[in-house]
Structure formats: structure tokens, C-alpha cells
């Protein structure tokens, strides 16, 4: 095959022609500032001191790559391939294309160090949040100087995220159901390394799920992830419910929620928030709702059911319904940037309508 002739400016060129097209990943570079993000991630991962070998990557950079391999739904590997192949990929992680580039080994190197960190509580007291979570909350604090939070009021609702699954003999799942390690897995670190006892298996209208939960609260007007909690997939959506969901973010704040949060103890919580619980009516065992109970239900299905289309906007922009992480700290890590990248999308998909208003 003929070698193929390129000229000075055709990755230029090739830059205007996706620009035409309609380029995803500039729409979130040119409407956030990764840079907000640098003096945490220092805080988070530590400032190496100048020493032999190789200088570290730019932890901006390598953290806009993160955001790059879940919007395309992209393995390590794959990710690699799409930094040397791709040039909106390079556009978006700031590579020329004659830059090296980091290899798969590295980006897993840093998700993992990401995953692991911590980020101590204020004045040393209490439980610090994990490097995610507190990548997230900067974010949702930029969102809410700005104004795009809704106040009048949120919903609740959780989505199962699953895992590799995992083929164990019933003696080692029983143990592992107590909490417990089995014995054998103890004497070999290797396999006990591709082992998650902290996923757990689940029924869903029909289906058999194993992994994790992603329990989220979001504005009840607007189309953002407020808070999140992770969870293995045995715990009631009721038990998992993100702290912010009781707080009143203004005067006559309203709750959504479907039929698995109508709970006692969730409405004394609401009530006791000065927030009006608009949870649906649940259907007692024996029972049927009356007409008017299921005409409540439907009415507030109107404005329940826009927390659904987050989740319907994971599973296709972003492919969130499955994970590789094993482990409850890292699957927490993973899920939690899934939630942050899709605020990131849906505020660059908001800004040009914005820009336009104004």
C-alpha cells in the first residue's frame, strides 16, 4: 500500500472538520475549568519532591484522560489506542500528536491512587470523604455560586451498577454473605486480588443482578446529581438515601420518592426539615391503592420521573450500568466519577442554552 502523504496542516484541518461535525468532548473542555480541580488533586495525591527517574504525568491531565475514558466507554487499553489514534481524544487531554502519550498501566496506576485517597475532615474530627467525593462536592459547589441548583425541592432514586461476576463454591459465598474472607482465598493474594466480597448478588423484576447500587438525589427542575451513596446491591434503596435529601434547600422544599422510600422514619426526617414529603402511596399487602391515592401516584410521577432520565442518560452517554472495579472502595471511586462526569456533561450542555438566554 502507498504511503499516505500528509502536509503541514492537515491536524488542523482535521480539528475544523470535527469542530463542523459537532466535537462532544470540546463542548466540556471549553465549558469547564479542569484547573479549579488541581489544588485538590495536590491535596488529595501529595506533591512529589523532585528526585531521579521520570517526571509524573500532569495530574490535571491525567484526570481530564479519566473523564475522556468514560465518555467514550473506553478500557485502559482501548484508551490507550484512542490517545494515539484519535485527535479529538488528544484535543481534550491537551496532546499534540506527536506527544507521548500515557500507557494503560498508568492511567490505572492513577484511578487507583484517586480511588484510595482521602481527603481528612475539616478541624480533624470525624471521617474525612474519599478523593472522588470530594472531586464531586468541588464541582456541585462551582454549580450552586452559580446558580443552576434547583431549591424548590429533590428526588431520590437508585440504579444497580454491576461488576464481573463471581463463580464461588456456595461454603465460600456463605462465608462471604457473614463478612468473612474464606480461609483458602487468605493463602493465595493473587486470587483473593480478583475476588470482591463486598458485591452482592440481587432479584429485579425477574432478573438476577450482581454488584452495587448507586443511590442519588437530584433537583426536582433541574438535570443535575446532587449527592450519591454507594452501596452493595442487597441494601434497601430506603437504607442508602444520600444525607442532602434531608436537607431543605429553601422555603416550602418538597421530597420525591417511589414506593420503597414510604417509610415512618423517612417522613419524621422530612418533617422534622421543614420539607413536604411528596413520596408515592405504597400498597399494604392484601390491598389496593383507591382511585385517589393512584391519582396522587401519577401526579407526582410527573416530576418523579425526571431523576429516571439521569439514569436513562448513563446507560447511553455513558455506559453506566457495568463496571470493571472490584472492591467496595474502588467500585465507590468508580461510580462516584461516573456521577461527576455526568454533571460535567450536562453542564456543558447547558451552557450554550444559558449563553443564549443571556
Request: proline share 9%.
Given at each position: 500500500m502507498a504511503d499516505i502523504q500528509t502536509g503541514f496542516f492537515t491536524h488542523e484541518i482535521q480539528l475544523r472538520r470535527l469542530d463542523h461535525l459537532g466535537d462532544p468532548l470540546k463542548a466540556i473542555a471549553e465549558a469547564v475549568d479542569f484547573e479549579m480541580f488541581r489544588p485538590l488533586l495536590d491535596r488529595l495525591l501529595g506533591v512529589r519532591s523532585a528526585g531521579p527517574g521520570r517526571p509524573p504525568w500532569d495530574r490535571v491531565r491525567m484526570f481530564r484522560i479519566l473523564v475522556l475514558q468514560l465518555v467514550r466507554g473506553l478500557s485502559d487499553e482501548k484508551l490507550e489506542f484512542e490517545l494515539v489514534d484519535s485527535a479529538s481524544?488528544?484535543?481534550?487531554?491537551?496532546?499534540?500528536?506527536?506527544?507521548?502519550?500515557?500507557?494503560?498501566?498508568?492511567?490505572?496506576?492513577?484511578?487507583?491512587?484517586?480511588?484510595?485517597?482521602?481527603?481528612?475532615?475539616e478541624g480533624g474530627n470525624g471521617e474525612g470523604s474519599d478523593g472522588v467525593r470530594a472531586l464531586f462536592e468541588l464541582f456541585h459547589r462551582?454549580?450552586?455560586?452559580?446558580?443552576?441548583?434547583?431549591?424548590?425541592?429533590?428526588?431520590?432514586?437508585?440504579?444497580?451498577?454491576?461488576?464481573?461476576?463471581?463463580?464461588?463454591?456456595?461454603?465460600?459465598?456463605?462465608?462471604?454473605?457473614?463478612?468473612?474472607?474464606?480461609?483458602?482465598?487468605?493463602?493465595?493474594?493473587?486470587?483473593?486480588a480478583q475476588k470482591d466480597t463486598e458485591a452482592r448478588w440481587t432479584l429485579k423484576r425477574g432478573r438476577v443482578y450482581y454488584g452495587y447500587k448507586n443511590s442519588i438525589v437530584g433537583g426536582n427542575s433541574d438535570n443535575f446529581i446532587h449527592d450519591y451513596?454507594?452501596?452493595?446491591?442487597?441494601?434497601?434503596?430506603s437504607k442508602i438515601i444520600p444525607g442532602c435529601y434531608f436537607e431543605a434547600a429553601g422555603e416550602g422544599s418538597t421530597a420525591y420518592g417511589d414506593s420503597a422510600y414510604t417509610h415512618k422514619d423517612i417522613a419524621a426526617r422530612l418533617a422534622g426539615a421543614g420539607i413536604e414529603s411528596r413520596i408515592h402511596e405504597q400498597r399494604l399487602a392484601g390491598q389496593e391503592l383507591s382511585e385517589s391515592q393512584k391519582e396522587s401516584n401519577r401526579i407526582k410521577s410527573k416530576v418523579r420521573a425526571r431523576i429516571e432520565h439521569r439514569f436513562g442518560r448513563m446507560r447511553t452517554s455513558l455506559k453506566g450500568l457495568a463496571i470493571r472495579s472490584i472492591g467496595l472502595v474502588r467500585c465507590r471511586a468508580a461510580v462516584g466519577l461516573l456521577n461527576l462526569v455526568y454533571n460535567l456533561m450536562e453542564y456543558s450542555r447547558l451552557r450554550p442554552r444559558a449563553a443564549m438566554i443571556a
Open positions: 481524544a488528544q484535543r481534550f487531554a491537551g496532546l499534540s500528536p506527536h506527544d507521548a502519550v500515557p500507557d494503560s498501566r498508568t492511567v490505572w496506576l492513577f484511578r487507583d491512587t484517586l480511588a484510595k485517597s482521602q481527603l481528612p475532615a462551582e454549580l450552586a455560586a452559580k446558580g443552576l441548583l434547583c431549591r424548590e425541592g429533590r428526588t431520590v432514586d437508585a440504579m444497580i451498577v454491576e461488576v464481573p461476576r463471581q463463580r464461588n463454591p456456595k461454603e465460600d459465598n456463605q462465608q462471604i454473605k457473614k463478612g468473612q474472607v474464606p480461609e483458602a482465598w487468605q493463602q493465595q493474594p493473587r486470587k483473593l451513596v454507594v452501596a452493595p446491591a442487597t441494601a434497601h434503596d
